[in-house]
């Protein structure tokens, strides 16, 4: 079975680039996570997506960072500008809408390792 | 410069010894808890969940138990085997499905 798929798994950029994430969350999924990892700040929530709406973005941390869910299948998470900070491994999740978010695990893509210099 | 990260809590066993990883969780109200193992390079993988109405439940060689009265959960490994090396994260569900993750553990098993 297909997981979440990310791309890119690896990127290397300038400070000042702009850089967009992709992901394409597990099919029947309603529910679509972003996170940022980092040794200093663990696994963070950044924002999240419920069929296609987003619900909560307090966990952006700026105006650089935006995220878009255009259709089921799909988001983005783009960071411009980019700063050398902004370092991270970049997860996306996603998992099923039931009668409650309670019971649902979401489950993680591989990442995407995110280097600006 | 080089950032100095967080040393993440260790445990080594030897393989075939059970082993017990432990979180403590800060939110009374959470009602949903995930264990995830996260080797490197790769994202966090769902092992067991468990509902706040429960107080253990078992999978495949995973146990989890939870502790309301001190907000307090494990994770028990049996038999452990080298490929049960990984880093180990505690989840709760706050609410309006966020989860806060804890900072982890990292699970060395010796051969």
């Known amino acids: 079975d297909a997981g979440v798929i990310q791309s890119p798994r690896h990127e290397v950029t300038e400070m000042g680039q702009e850089v967009t994430l992709r992901c394409k969350p597990i099919?029947?999924?309603?529910?679509l996570f972003w996170y940022r990892q980092t040794m200093m700040r663990g696994l963070e929530l950044l924002i999240y997506f419920n069929n296609n709406v987003p619900i909560d973005d307090s966990g952006m941390p700026e105006d650089r960072f935006s995220a878009k869910m255009p259709n089921a299948s799909f988001s983005t998470l783009k960071i411009q500008p980019s700063e050398p900070r902004d370092s991270a491994v970049y997860f996306c999740a996603s998992s099923p809408l039931g009668g409650s978010f309670a019971d649902q695990p979401q489950h993680f893509g591989d990442g995407t390792r995110l280097s600006i210099l | 410069g080089e950032s100095v990260g967080l040393h993440l809590p260790t445990l080594s066993v030897q393989e075939g010894d059970n082993s017990i990883i432990n979180c403590a969780y800060s939110n009374s109200a959470s009602d949903y808890f995930i264990w995830y193992k996260q080797e490197s390079g790769k994202g966090p993988q769902f092992i067991i969940d468990?509902?706040?109405?429960?107080d253990k439940r078992q999978g495949q060689r995973v146990t989890v138990l939870l502790n309301k009265t001190v907000k307090h959960l494990s994770l028990q490994i049996a038999a452990t085997q080298p490929g049960d090396s990984a880093v180990y994260f505690c989840?709760?569900?706050?609410?309006?499905?966020?989860?806060?993750f804890g900072q982890g553990t990292e699970l060395s098993v010796k051969p």
């Open positions: 989840a709760e569900n706050i609410g309006g499905g966020k989860l806060i």
């Open positions: 468990i509902r706040s109405n429960m």
């Open positions: 099919s029947g999924h309603n529910s």
